[in-house]
Nanobody
Framework: QVQLVESGGGLVQPGGSLRLSCVVS????????IAWFRQAPRKGREFVSA????????DYADSVKGRFTISRDNAKNTVYLQMNSLKPEDTAVYYC??????????????WGQGTQVTVSL
């Protein structure tokens, strides 16, 4: 059974940092790209970042480029999203997903349950 479990969300002040983790199980993790999406209240699901199966390629939304870093440790079946210089507009539920190395959420058939990130004073 394919399973993705996110952790690491929380409340942080503007300018602060968080590291999200996504532990995958039920499949060979390096066979799939892993992406992070986010969804703020009353907004659609937004692509944040993706890493290819063996971690060779990475992609970032313009809104997070230079602030967020995605990485994967296939030995630990874990993908990380290091988020620095956080802004209030980064507030959202963050989801990790497994699938094709694309920006469309529909290309990812497997999803985690999400973790809340809140950036506020």
């Amino acid at each position: 059974q394919v399973q993705l479990v996110e952790s690491g969300g929380g409340l942080v002040q503007p300018g602060g940092s968080l590291r999200l983790s996504c532990v995958v199980s039920g499949f060979t993790s390096d066979h799939y790209a892993i992406a992070w999406f986010r969804q703020a209240p009353r907004k659609g699901r937004e692509f944040v970042s993706a890493v290819s199966g063996f971690g060779v390629n990475t992609d970032y939304a313009d809104s997070v480029k230079g602030r967020f870093t995605i990485s994967r440790d296939n030995a630990k079946n874990t993908v990380y999203l290091q988020m620095n210089s956080l802004k209030p507009e980064d507030t959202a539920v963050y989801y990790c997903a497994a699938g094709m190395y694309m920006r469309r959420w529909s290309d990812y058939p497997f999803w985690g349950q999400g973790t809340q990130v809140t950036v506020s004073l």
